[in-house]
């Protein structure tokens, strides 16, 4: 079965950095393009980057962009998300998401057929 497993979320302090992995499995990983995707308490959900199946396509929330870097390594079957100078409103579980289609980047979760579990990210002031 499909699995997507987020980790490197943490606390960590405002003007800190953070890089999320996420590491797919049952899937070909290059048949997907992949997104991150936030959600703070009491808060919906929402798009923070997506990138295409080759990794040379990307974009970013406007919220991050500048800050934020996505990346992914398709022989390691995993994608990345580098967050800098995070702050306080950071602070959400961080979600990574496979859209089946080589272009993706799409902004909509609803676009998205498979997504992890979650990794809790903390940015104390």
């Known amino acids: 079965q499909v699995q997507l497993v987020e980790s490197g979320g943490g606390l960590v302090q405002a003007g800190g950095s953070l890089r999320l992995s996420c590491a797919a499995s049952?899937?070909?990983?290059?048949?997907?393009?992949m997104g991150w995707f936030r959600q703070a308490p009491g808060k919906e959900r929402e798009f923070v980057a997506a990138?295409?199946?080759?990794?040379?396509?990307?974009t970013y929330a406007d919220s991050v962009k500048g800050r934020s870097t996505i990346s992914r390594d398709n022989a390691k079957n995993t994608a990345y998300l580098q967050m800098n100078s995070l702050n306080p409103e950071d602070t959400a579980v961080y979600y990574c998401?496979?859209?089946?289609?080589?272009?993706?980047?799409?902004?909509?979760?609803?676009?998205?057929?498979?997504w992890g579990q979650g990794t809790q990210v903390t940015v104390s002031s």
């Open positions: 990138i295409n199946w080759s990794g040379d396509r990307r």
């Open positions: 049952g899937l070909t990983f290059t048949y997907y393009a």
């Open positions: 998401a496979a859209e089946l289609g080589r272009v993706g980047l799409h902004s909509d979760h609803d676009d998205y057929d498979y």
